[in-house]
């Protein structure tokens, strides 16, 4: 461990994190990134590194591929003289400043730290899942529901949440028919979010059903469904398929010492990006579970930075 105290850590290298650096950067406070090596089992670059079109990122007019996009946030943190370790951060220590951070390469010390770890989406794990990745399969429908790929084709999303409600009548903008996927047989999101997705005419329910296998060539052609109850399989012929069955907040590694919310993020004061422990500013997925867009996730990289530069200026 060096004797060195950094003035402020970030953990992550997604939008959120990759804002935090540059503006950070910019304001002289040498920040130190550890983005991560398949932390999560995702590239570092985050979620938009699995992601193949990225068309709602302002700046971007024509789009942008996802892992294009997230070299570019890279290469422009390095420009204004962030500090890139490929590790991923195994612990860290809050229960005094400096923070200590552990990684591969050993201890460091912080005065600040900024966690941007994202939210991984969850996936079925189904045979076929890999192969049409982003050629058919996605786990955003409000990222992906309008790329050409999609429009005017049969669409299936699998969950029974108020995020599955949200998706598939999201996608009934660009698909002709959207099948909901659901192992139970009623649907666990509010009451009026119910009511509208059932009597939507373009929405059609499969009930005590689980995909099981997806099927296609080059892209998506089809997924073979299995009905719980009876067991009988059958296969329905779409051309996306989304998964909204929730998403893995990245925080095993603070092993508690954060304040976290019941489905494991990270709590923030209101209009802040502060956290239970001063000094530490969350930013991105980490702790949103409602928008969970690269725009949004930005906003509170940047949002962190300012307020790390202000929370130094006030200590110092």
Not at 133 to 149: F, H
Not at 168 to 190: M, P
Not at 296 to 311: D, H, K, N, P, Y
Request: net charge negative; with cysteine.
């Amino acid at each position: 461990m060096s004797n060195r105290v950094e003035k402020l850590v970030i953990v992550g290298s997604g939008p959120a994190g990759h804002t935090a650096a540059i503006y950070s950067a910019r304001a002289d406070l040498s920040p130190l990134m550890f983005e991560g090596f398949m932390a999560g089992g995702v590239a570092a670059g985050g979620q938009l590194t699995t992601t193949n079109d990225v068309e709602n990122y302002p700046g971007f007019p024509e789009g942008v591929n996802g892992p294009e996009m997230m070299d570019l946030f890279r290469q422009q943190s390095l420009r204004f003289g962030t500090r890139i370790l490929t590790e991923t951060v195994e612990r860290v220590d809050l229960s005094r400043r400096p923070f200590r951070v552990t990684a591969s390469s050993g201890e460091t010390l912080t005065e600040t730290l900024i966690v941007a770890t994202g939210a991984t989406a969850r996936r079925l794990g189904i045979p076929g899942e890999e192969l049409f990745w982003q050629q058919g399969i996605s786990a955003c429908a409000v990222c992906d529901g309008a790329l050409p790929i999609f429009r005017n084709k049969v669409l299936m999303v699998v969950g029974g949440g108020d995020t599955a409600v949200e998706e598939a009548t999201h996608l009934t903008k660009f698909g002709t028919e959207v099948i909901v996927v659901h192992r139970r047989d009623t649907l666990r999101a509010s009451k009026i979010m119910q009511q509208r997705l059932l009597s939507h005419p373009k929405i059609r329910m499969r009930w005590d059903s689980v995909a099981e296998e997806a099927l296609g060539d080059d892209a998506l052609k089809s997924v073979r469904i299995r009905n719980v109850k009876s067991n009988e399989t059958n296969v329905v012929e779409v051309e996306g398929l989304f998964y909204a069955i929730g998403h893995i907040p990245n925080t095993g590694f603070l092993d508690g010492q954060l304040e976290l919310d019941d489905a494991g993020y990270i709590v923030t004061t209101p209009g802040t990006t502060r956290t239970s422990v001063e000094g530490v500013f969350a930013a991105g997925d980490v702790q949103d579970k409602v928008w969970r867009q690269a725009v949004t996730a930005a906003g509170t990289g940047c949002m962190a930075a300012l307020e790390v530069e202000r929370f130094l200026t006030e200590k110092s």
